[in-house]
Nanobody, 123 residues
Framework: QVQLVESGGGLVQAGDSLSLSCAASGRTFNNYAMAWFRQAPGKEREFVAVINWGGSNTYYADSVKGRFTISRDNAKNTLYLQMNSLKPEDTAVYYC????????????????WGQGTQVTVSS
């Protein structure tokens, strides 16, 4: 059984940094793309960033480009999201997700999801 467990969320002030982790277990994730999505209250889940298996390709939502960095450590089966210069509009539940094959931005393509971790940015 595949399990994705996020951690690292919390309450920070605008301008602060926060690092999220997603520990994957239950199978090997060879050739799996992994991504971060987020969902703010009353809004639809939105794409944040995605990374391919080897870590050589990454894509970001325009809203986080230049502030967030996605990375992964395949030896540890762990996905990361470094978030800098946080803004109140970054407040959301952040989810990690995994899918076999190519990088895509739409959430419906992802097979496996974590339970989410709350990030709250105060102004």
């Amino acid at each position: 059984q595949v399990q994705l467990v996020e951690s690292g969320g919390g309450l920070v002030q605008a301008g602060d940094s926060l690092s999220l982790s997603c520990a994957a277990s239950g199978r090997t994730f060879n050739n799996y793309a992994m991504a971060w999505f987020r969902q703010a209250p009353g809004k639809e889940r939105e794409f944040v960033a995605v990374i391919n298996w080897g870590g050589s390709n990454t894509y970001y939502a325009d809203s986080v480009k230049g502030r967030f960095t996605i990375s992964r450590d395949n030896a540890k089966n762990t996905l990361y999201l470094q978030m800098n210069s946080l803004k109140p509009e970054d407040t959301a539940v952040y989810y990690c997700a995994a899918k076999w094959g190519t990088l895509v931005r739409w959430s419906s393509a992802y097979e496996h999801w974590g339970q989410g971790t709350q990030v709250t940015v105060s102004s």
